[in-house]
C-alpha cells in the first residue's frame, strides 16, 4: 500500500495563485460569452469549485453542470470510457468550458469533447489542472493548463488513490513503501 508523501507537490497556496492567472486568461477568451462549465466528475469537484469562485470575482457567472466519466482503476487506465452521469443542462448553441482535473493519456478529455460536441455546444474549450505530457495516447491538448507535471502520480485536490485522498487541499505525491 502506497503511503503519502509529507511534502506537497503543489501547495495550497500555489494552487490558488495560478487559479488566479488562470482565470484572468480565461476572462480574456470568454468576454462577452455566455458560458457553461462542465466539470468531469469526480476528479474535478474540487477545482470547478475553486475555479468558479475566481470567475466570480471577475464578474463571470457561467452555467455549471458535470458529466461523469470513468475509465480508471488503480492507478492503471483501463482504456475504456463509461458516462456514469449525464449533464442535466442543454449546451446546444452554447460556449462549454470542460474542467478536469488531469490530463494524462487524453482518452477521458477526448471522450468528454467528443460527447459534448455530439450535443451541440457552439464552442468547446477545456480547462485541466494538470497536464502529464509524456502519457499521452490521444491527440488532444487543453487550452488553458494549470501545472504541467512529471509521470509521477498525484493524489489530493480532488484526485483520488482507490476512493482516499481527494479531500487534501493539497496535492501530494504517493510513495511505496
Ligand atoms: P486520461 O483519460 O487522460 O488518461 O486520465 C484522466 C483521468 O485519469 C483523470 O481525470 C484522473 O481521474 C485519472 N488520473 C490520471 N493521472 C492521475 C494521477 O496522477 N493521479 C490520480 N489520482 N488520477 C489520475
Ligand atoms: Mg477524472
Redesign the pocket.
Known sequence: MPILRSEPLITELEIKVRLGQMVLDLARDLRGKELTVVG?LR??FMFTADLVRQLYINDIHPLIDFIFVT??DG?E?TGEMRLLKDMSLDVRGRYVLIV??????????QFAKDYISQRGAAQINTCVLLD?PS?R?ADVQADFVGFTIDD????GYG???NGRYRDLPYLGVLKEE
Open positions: 468531469i476528479g474535478s475509465s480508471y492507478t487506465s478536469d482535473d488531469i490530463l494524462d493519456t487524453g482518452r477521458t478529455l502529464k502519457r495516447i509521477v502520480f498525484v493524489v484526485l483520488d488513490f
